[in-house]
């Protein structure tokens, strides 16, 4: 039988986790699954073994990675049923959830469900991407919160945005010194929404802190154009990248290269459940369509960086705010209550939101990022360059899951994950069409890969529920 919950949360990050806490709070039976063994998100991954068994670890990460032991603690604390450890392959609209955890099948049924899955970091797909060695930088960063130690040096950073000069800082922090390389920018970038930056005074001080611990270390982001990730052969470890730098071709040798262009939604859960998906010309994804308290189905409540790129802190709010909607649909509290509690909350998300806009208009994507060369492999499951999507857009193909037919595109392990939104961006490009008429790929259950044992588990838990196929999603 189905184990029955007033609300299932999915992701133990600082929204899953605020979320539950303010739920437990107002009575609501929470169960919280998480496919991490540990509460923290990515934002503050691995921070309780980092107290535990590397203290001296939580001061080179810096204190904003430390300012997550509180929440981790208050999660721990409250009366919540946390499972750790496991993964959710299928969602369904009438609130069935079917999750595997240690080769086991479980099977939930909820009155209300909220994804709090967080963001992905956005694929920054240049020749030589796909050669080991070649890491994002939440890549790396997370090598320092698990283990404390970073990959194989030399470390080159390329790309843009502020996880870069944390990065930057925090290897600093653990004895290596980074070479930080930029693709152009408008000196300007940002003028255009500076006012944001009264929303988020604190947030000012850590990256001006962060560009002066680069400057006292001699590091100075360099701008560059084309560039190439070397390494010995076709498919060997990268060894360096060489990019034009003031008209000149340079080389920078790299037995690691970092790379990043910002993060957006992670969308798959979503978008099995067939959620309205809005483009974001600034942020150039799509974001789920929700209401103000992150709602978007009968069941369904979405919230952190799944609901919108935003910083933790936003995340932190729009989870109490997803737990006041739902205490509030399931006839815990009544409308006055909820708008009552959710004043400051949503005082506090418009403020930052301001700081949001800001960084937005100050890092933007490279087009070179999202629109790569003919050559450059796009999916990395598949081998399929932007090249081919081009030829199959002047063939006819109108849409991704076309693109996927034809491809093979977005049919490997990721299941689309890397090149959606490239697929998305080069299509609307040779069609001329518009991002949001292109869509993306349809996404269908499991999610993720499951053994026949895990399915076997699932079937005889789940036989009260009547599982409804998900909706189509998103077109093209």
Same mark, same amino acid.
């Given at each position: 039988?189905?184990?029955?919950?007033?609300?299932?949360?999915?992701?133990?990050?600082?929204?899953?986790?605020?979320?539950?806490?303010?739920?437990?709070?107002? +009575?609501?039976?929470?169960?919280?699954?998480?496919?991490?063994?540990?509460?923290?998100?990515?934002?503050?991954?691995?921070?309780?073994?980092?107290?535990?068994?590397?203290?001296?670890?939580?001061?080179?990460?810096?204190?904003?990675?430390?300012?997550?032991?509180?929440?981790?603690?208050?999660?721990?604390?409250?009366?919540?049923?946390?499972?750790?450890?496991?993964?959710?392959?299928?969602?369904?609209?009438? %609130? %069935? $959830?079917?999750?595997?955890?240690?080769?086991?099948?479980?099977?939930?049924?909820?009155?209300?469900?909220?994804?709090?899955?967080?963001?992905?970091?956005?694929?920054?797909?240049?020749?030589?991407?796909?050669?080991?060695?070649?890491?994002?930088?939440? %890549?790396?960063? +997370?090598?320092?919160?698990?283990?404390?130690? *970073?990959?194989?040096?030399?470390?080159? !950073?390329?790309?843009?945005?502020?996880?870069?000069?944390?990065?930057?800082?925090?290897?600093?922090?653990?004895?290596?010194?980074?070479?930080?390389?930029?693709? *152009?920018?408008?000196?300007?970038?940002?003028?255009?929404?500076?006012?944001?930056?009264?929303?988020?005074?604190?947030?000012?001080?850590?990256?001006?802190?962060? &560009?002066?611990?680069?400057?006292?270390?001699?590091?100075?982001?360099?701008?560059?154009?084309?560039?190439?990730? $070397?390494?010995?052969?076709?498919?060997?470890?990268?060894?360096?990248?060489?990019?034009?730098?003031?008209?000149?071709?340079?080389?920078?040798?790299?037995?690691?290269?970092?790379?990043?262009?910002?993060?957006?939604?992670?969308?798959?859960?979503?978008?099995?459940?067939?959620?309205?998906?809005?483009?974001?010309?600034?942020?150039?994804?799509?974001?789920?369509?929700?209401?103000?308290?992150?709602?978007?189905?009968?069941?369904?409540?979405?919230?952190?960086?799944?609901?919108?790129?935003?910083?933790?802190?936003?995340?932190?709010?729009?989870?109490?705010?997803?737990?006041?909607?739902?205490?509030?649909?399931?006839?815990?509290?009544?409308?006055?209550?909820?708008?009552?509690?959710?004043?400051?909350?949503?005082?506090?998300?418009?403020?930052?939101?301001?700081?949001?806009?800001?960084?937005?208009?100050?890092?933007?994507?490279?087009?070179?990022?999202?629109?790569?060369?003919?050559?450059?492999?796009?999916?990395?499951?598949?081998?399929?360059?932007?090249?081919?999507?081009?030829?199959?857009?002047?063939?006819?193909?109108?849409?991704?899951?076309?693109?996927?037919?034809? &491809?093979?595109?977005?049919?490997?392990?990721?299941?689309?994950?890397?090149?959606?939104?490239?697929?998305?961006?080069?299509?609307?490009?040779?069609?001329?069409?518009?991002?949001?008429?292109?869509?993306?790929?349809?996404?269908?259950?499991?999610?993720?890969?499951?053994?026949?044992?895990?399915?076997?588990?699932?079937?005889?838990?789940?036989?009260?529920?009547? !599982?409804?196929?998900?909706?189509?999603?998103?077109?093209?």
């Amino acid at each position: 039988m189905a184990d029955r919950v007033d609300l299932a949360v999915i992701g133990a990050g600082p929204a899953g986790m605020a979320a539950a806490v303010t739920a437990a709070d107002l +009575g609501l039976d929470t169960t919280v699954v998480d496919e991490q063994a540990a509460p923290g998100g990515q934002v503050w991954r691995g921070i309780e073994a980092v107290v535990r068994d590397r203290p001296d670890d939580l001061g080179r990460l810096g204190p904003f990675y430390a300012a997550g032991l509180a929440p981790v603690r208050r999660f721990r604390a409250a009366a919540i049923d946390y499972r750790p450890g496991t993964t959710v392959w299928r969602i369904d609209p009438d %609130g %069935g $959830l079917l999750a595997s955890r240690s080769g086991r099948g479980l099977a939930l049924r909820a009155r209300a469900i909220l994804m709090a899955t967080g963001a992905m970091e956005r694929p920054v797909p240049v020749p030589g991407w796909t050669r080991p060695g070649v890491m994002t930088a939440g %890549g790396i960063q +997370g090598l320092l919160k698990l283990i404390g130690a *970073p990959p194989a040096g030399p470390i080159l !950073l390329y790309g843009t945005g502020p996880l870069l000069l944390q990065l930057a800082v925090q290897l600093l922090a653990f004895g290596v010194k980074p070479t930080l390389l930029t693709p *152009p920018s408008s000196p300007w970038a940002g003028l255009t929404a500076w006012s944001g930056v009264l929303g988020g005074p604190q947030l000012v001080l850590k990256g001006l802190g962060f &560009l002066a611990t680069l400057r006292r270390a001699g590091i100075r982001p360099i701008t560059v154009t084309e560039p190439v990730i $070397l390494g010995e052969g076709a498919d060997g470890p990268a060894t360096a990248l060489e990019a034009r730098v003031a008209g000149e071709r340079r080389r920078f040798p790299a037995g690691t290269v970092g790379v990043h262009d910002g993060v957006v939604p992670h969308p798959q859960a979503a978008r099995l459940l067939g959620v309205p998906e809005r483009w974001n010309p600034i942020r150039a994804c799509f974001e789920p369509v929700l209401d103000p308290f992150g709602r978007t189905g009968e069941t369904l409540w979405i919230a952190g960086d799944g609901a919108g790129v935003a910083g933790w802190e936003v995340a932190v709010e729009r989870g109490r705010l997803a737990a006041l909607g739902i205490a509030h649909a399931l006839g815990r509290i009544g409308a006055a209550d909820r708008d009552g509690r959710a004043t400051r909350h949503r005082r506090r998300v418009r403020r930052l939101l301001g700081f949001r806009r800001f960084l937005d208009a100050r890092y933007p994507p490279a087009a070179a990022h999202r629109r790569p060369a003919d050559p450059v492999t796009i999916c990395r499951c598949e081998g399929v360059t932007a090249g081919e999507v081009r030829a199959a857009a002047a063939l006819g193909c109108p849409g991704p899951n076309q693109a996927k037919a034809w &491809l093979r595109c977005g049919m490997g392990p990721c299941q689309g994950r890397q090149c959606a939104l490239t697929v998305t961006e080069v299509l609307a490009d040779a069609l001329g069409r518009p991002q949001q008429a292109i869509g993306s790929y349809r996404v269908r259950p499991p999610l993720v890969p499951v053994t026949l044992g895990e399915l076997a588990d699932t079937a005889s838990d789940a036989a009260d529920l009547p !599982l409804a196929t998900p909706a189509a999603g998103p077109t093209g």
